[in-house]
């Protein structure tokens, strides 16, 4: 059986499944060591987690949540920018359909320098 360009070989795709298998089954971490599992969420943690970061939505909508989710999803490259290549961009980096249509509201005439400024212009509140 050829199997192409995979890294792995047969016995060790075997192994990969088998040390899988209970997680797949059980729906949570089967390991008896807790190293191994991932860390759970922290109280402090960013509101990222608990969906997504849409201006106006009044859940997890501080300048500084949405300031990071647009950082996350666009970059430093793409400034500076207006509103219409903002939305765009986020569209393509597949970004949840409010946020692109609450950048797509701002004014046409307005450019953006960096993150900050749009992330103000957004919420509201000025740092």
């Not at 060591?33 to 990222?48: M, S």
Request: net charge neutral; glycine share 10%.
């Amino acid at each position: 059986m050829q199997r192409g360009s995979d890294r792995l070989n047969v016995h060790r795709d075997d192994e990969m499944k088998h040390e899988l298998k209970g997680l797949l089954r059980s729906g949570h971490p089967t390991r008896s060591e807790e190293w191994y599992d991932p860390e759970p969420t922290a109280e402090d943690d960013p509101q990222i987690w608990r969906g997504p970061v849409v201006p106006g939505s009044g859940r997890g909508t501080s300048l500084e949540s949405v300031r990071l989710e647009l950082a996350r999803l666009l970059g430093r490259g793409m400034f500076p920018a207006g509103p219409r290549e903002l939305s765009n961009a986020l569209r393509h980096g597949r970004a949840p359909d409010d946020l692109i249509e609450a950048v797509r509201r701002l004014p046409r005439s307005a450019r953006y320098a960096n993150v900050q400024e749009l992330a103000e212009a957004l919420t509201g509140e000025r740092r």
